[in-house]
């Protein structure tokens, strides 16, 4: 809408500050509480400084091993979802798509069960590397399953139906949830209490490898789509409107189906379905500023990954010493905003949600 | 001695920008284009009628290089189209389609930059930001700029994508050496509209109509369908008629439009009546 008097530059760097803020915040929180000295102390020694005070190493190892890549972590993976809502909503011209509603989600969790329950009873004997790369490639096509199975059946002739969509976005999840289930119930008891944990994503498994992978296919998917941000643009006015201002509609719409599945497959093989993400963050955006696909993909990268990490804090703080699966706080939050632009939509058809 | 000193008249021969040749298109088992052949020049508007479902937005589909998968051939100039110089297409030849399915709140002037993307890289550059407020002055929408555009009625939204539209081939495209504009010879520029002005008031109609005439004038090969026969006969320099996917009429309007074609191919009874400052024909129609 660019009702804002802010400019792009402007909100960027205050999404960028926020973002620094509440990793220094949530990595101060927590079972045991750092202060700020510690953190700045422990940075350090990490960086090769030598610290002046003597350092308890303790807390040194919470911080180190735990906390900082935790997240960390959580700060891919919200930007990865985010991201995501970003182009599957441009994808689908619709505001109200995510990863979680329409299937790639639960696809990406469903082929990464399959790794987690049957690698090991193939026995397979995959080298460390191979074996850490198997959980997201299986995520990925289960993700890539799903998602397509969904815009096949939701876009006929050029033009997506948003009930059908949402209808096939159930059913295909059904489908993907009840496949997890099963593998779970058949997998030997600790595995199966790490799957069952996953349909609610969780990110206490969280270590330095989970943040490499996901880093850098969410850097890469960010850079990649940033290079389609135009074309991304062009195709909210529809598909052959698309096609005459110059976009290989099929050739595109392939690049971004991979490019989304790709980072949604990866975050979801490291810390299951997170729900609701990528549907309210580009929405705080539009409302915020415009809905732009360009200020949209950096915006939800910086803003998606600040809102994981808010929740994830909450997940940890509020029952602590126990802590809440990760995504009962972003459904508790989300669904309500989706009720709220679903009905919207059906109120204002003819101007639509933002009108 | 005097013919030796002259050089050579060129011949003023209306120069042919688009053709088509033997066009056919099967839409879900029904033939909606049966074979046509036509022209469309340069500096003309050139208007398709014909009846619901005879085939005119298809046809200007094909010609507009979004539909391939008919037989036959379109040529711009005499080069013929493929999918392959899509992005070259885009800068010379823009669409306006009867409806848009924007559902999200981009402001005018996001809208209207839209028509430059073919144009630029990553970001606009100082000359596309000139030529879209240029665009929206033309269709007198300026102080829309910053509107949200899914807050417009359905006229506006039309006048928004018209501006989009008039953008995208705002100038003739330059010929420089690593980029040879083989589908417009001579710098020409083509546009398509399809049912421009169905939602627009009577006063936007007939200046809508005119930008049209204007923007023909500059080297720009105008084809539109419109539902208007006294529109179409009063702004086109040519019209062509389509019935059951087949030409049935083509030529100037005041040599093609009679009362008896409209009753041929539309079965409406008609009165042809003059009106003091129409040269065009006008015609009452009866049902």
């Known amino acids: ?355 | 001695m005097l013919e030796q000193i002259l050089p050579e008249q060129p011949i003023l021969e209306p120069r042919t920008a688009l053709q088509a040749r033997e066009l056919r298109v099967t839409l879900g088992g029904n033939e909606i284009l049966r074979g046509i052949t036509t022209r469309f020049e340069a500096g003309k508007v050139s208007m398709i009628l014909g009846p619901n479902g005879s085939g005119k937005t298809t046809l200007l589909n094909v010609l507009a290089g979004e539909l391939t998968s008919g037989s036959g051939e379109v040529l711009y100039g005499e080069q013929r189209l493929t999918t392959k110089n899509r992005s070259q297409l885009a800068r010379v030849r823009a669409v306006l389609a009867q409806h848009s399915e924007l559902a999200f709140p981009l402001t005018v002037e996001e809208v209207v930059m839209m028509g430059r993307y073919p144009h630029f890289v990553l970001k606009p550059t100082r000359h596309d930001t000139e030529i879209c407020a240029a665009a929206l002055e033309q269709i007198r929408m300026m102080d829309f700029r910053r509107r949200n555009y899914l807050t417009l009625s359905g006229g506006e939204r039309q006048r928004v994508h018209f501006a989009r539209v008039l953008a995208q081939i705002w100038e003739a495209p330059q010929h420089s050496e690593h980029t040879s504009h083989t589908l417009s010879q001579n710098g020409t520029r083509y546009l398509f509209l399809d049912e421009p002005i169905s939602f627009l008031d009577l006063k936007y109609q007939h200046e809508f109509l005119h930008t049209a005439r204007e923007l023909a004038a500059q080297n720009t090969a105008v084809v539109a369908v419109l539902h208007d026969i006294n529109l179409a006969a009063q702004y086109g320099d040519a019209v062509l008629v389509l019935n059951h996917g087949c030409v049935v009429a083509e030529g100037a309007p005041h040599a093609v439009l009679k009362p008896e074609l409209l009753w041929n191919v539309y079965g409406v009874r008609s009165t042809q009546v003059s009106a003091a400052g129409i040269n065009s024909p006008f015609f009452v129609t009866y049902g």
């Open chain 1, 1 to 355: 809408m660019n009702n804002s008097r802010w400019t792009f530059g402007a909100l960027y760097s205050l999404l960028t500050a926020l973002l620094f803020v509440s990793v220094i915040v949530s990595v101060r929180l927590g079972a045991i509480d750092l202060s700020y000295g510690q953190i700045l102390d422990y940075t350090l020694s990490a960086l090769g400084f030598s610290s002046s005070s003597p350092l308890n190493t303790l807390q040194q190892g919470v911080f180190m091993q735990i906390r900082l890549p935790r997240v960390l972590l959580c700060a891919v993976v919200g930007a990865a979802l985010a991201v995501s809502g970003t182009l599957m909503q441009a994808l689908f011209r619709n505001p109200i798509v995510e990863p979680g509603l329409v299937g790639t989600s639960a696809g990406a969790a469903f082929g990464a069960a399959l790794v987690f329950v049957l690698g090991k009873s193939i026995g397979a004997s995959y080298s460390d590397l191979l074996g850490s790369l198997a959980l997201p490639v299986a995520a990925f096509a289960g993700g890539l399953v799903a998602t397509l199975a969904v815009y096949r059946i939701a876009n006929t002739q050029g033009k997506v139906t948003v009930a059908t969509m949402i209808l096939a976005g159930v059913a295909v999840n059904a489908i993907f949830t009840s496949g997890t289930g099963f593998l779970a119930y058949i997998a030997r008891d600790p595995q199966a209490r790490s799957i069952t944990f996953w349909s609610l994503g969780t990110f206490s498994g969280a270590d330095w490898k989970a943040v490499a992978i996901v880093a850098v296919t969410t850097v890469v998917g960010v850079l990649l789509a940033l290079r389609y941000a135009k074309a991304l643009n062009a195709l909210l006015l529809g598909e052959s409107e698309a096609a005459y201002l110059g976009v290989n509609i099929q050739h595109f719409k392939t690049i971004i189906l991979l490019l989304n599945t790709l980072i949604v497959a990866t975050a979801t093989s490291m810390v299951g379905v997170i729900g609701f993400v990528g549907l309210v963050t580009p929405h705080l955006l539009r409302l915020i500023k415009s809905a732009d696909n360009r200020f949209l993909i950096i915006g939800s990268a910086l803003l998606g990954a600040i809102v994981l990490i808010a929740a994830d804090t909450l997940a940890r703080t509020l029952i602590a010493p126990a802590e809440l699966p990760i995504g009962v706080i972003t459904s508790f939050v989300g669904a309500p905003v989706f009720l709220w632009l679903l009905v919207r939509q059906k109120s204002q058809s003819q101007g639509g949600f933002y009108a």
